[in-house]
């Protein structure tokens, strides 16, 4: 029976970053950033996982994270809160943000595969 919806820190314990959007259905800046979030997520594709968080239905996450006014985005990889932001975010200074954590990700990555990669002798 593993049709249970995963928790909240089971989705931003994952190796993609995620893009947690917290909001709430009647904020206005909310629905300011839902064309936003669209259009990044068109833009940099699977490559970031997109969550969205309505604080009045999970007020115990918002709590945990001391979510004190909507719209907040918060990018989680692995776990670990990366960035943060209350407000409207236009959305190249989104994809500015995610794209930077990307590379962070892709340099980690190169640095892991070199660490593990057998050493090559002439």
């Excluded at 409207?88 to 954590?101: G, R, T």
Aim: glycine share 4%.
């Amino acid at each position: 029976m593993s049709n249970q919806q995963p928790t909240f820190s089971e989705i931003i314990r994952n190796d993609k970053p995620v893009l947690v959007d917290f909001f709430a259905t009647w904020c206005m800046p909310c629905k300011m950033m839902e064309p936003i979030l669209e259009e990044v997520k068109h833009k940099i594709g699977d490559r970031v996982l997109f969550h969205q968080v309505d604080v009045d239905r999970q007020p115990l996450v918002a709590s945990v994270y001391q979510i004190s006014g909507v719209p907040t985005l918060m990018v989680f990889r692995k776990g670990e809160a990366l960035w943060r932001h209350s407000g409207v975010v236009p959305p190249d200074q989104l994809l500015q943000v995610l794209q930077h954590i990307l590379e962070d990700v892709q340099k980690e990555a190169e640095a892991t595969q070199a660490a593990s990669a057998p050493s090559q002798q002439a």
